[in-house]
């Protein structure tokens, strides 16, 4: 039904985990970006006074961004830009999909209403 495709990815299973020297450069690419997003996550410029719990989680949040861009970064060198494409637009695609909340005005301590498109009956 479907014709077989001449540009498939490589796949390795299992023997992939024996690929040392990809294994400590992934594992070299997690920890800097990790250390990157701590060193971005608790700079001094960005500590400010904690009024809500998402405020507190900002930290982990910015450290895990920088975990998931590591991650995606290695698929991209690994699999190509097409993967990179995929996995971009389907974040974007649920992002804007979803109801997120957005940040209040300066000095209101509000939150605007999550307004999504409802279907017209």
């Not at 974040?91 to 909340?101: D, E």
């Amino acid at each position: 039904m479907f014709p077989m495709d001449q540009n498939e990815l490589p796949s390795v299973g299992w023997a992939g985990f024996l690929d040392w020297q990809y294994m400590l450069q992934s594992f070299g690419a997690l920890v800097l970006a990790t250390t990157l997003g701590a060193v971005i996550a608790f700079h001094p410029t960005t500590q400010r006074s904690v009024d809500t719990r998402e405020e507190a989680e900002l930290p982990k949040v910015l450290i895990m961004y920088a975990l998931v861009g590591a991650v995606i970064g290695e698929i991209v060198l690994k699999y190509g830009m097409v993967v990179g494409f995929v996995i971009f637009g389907l974040g974007g695609l649920m992002r804007r999909l979803s109801c997120a909340r957005r940040r209040a005005p300066a000095g209101t301590g509000a939150r605007p209403p999550c307004r999504r498109r409802r279907p017209r009956s």
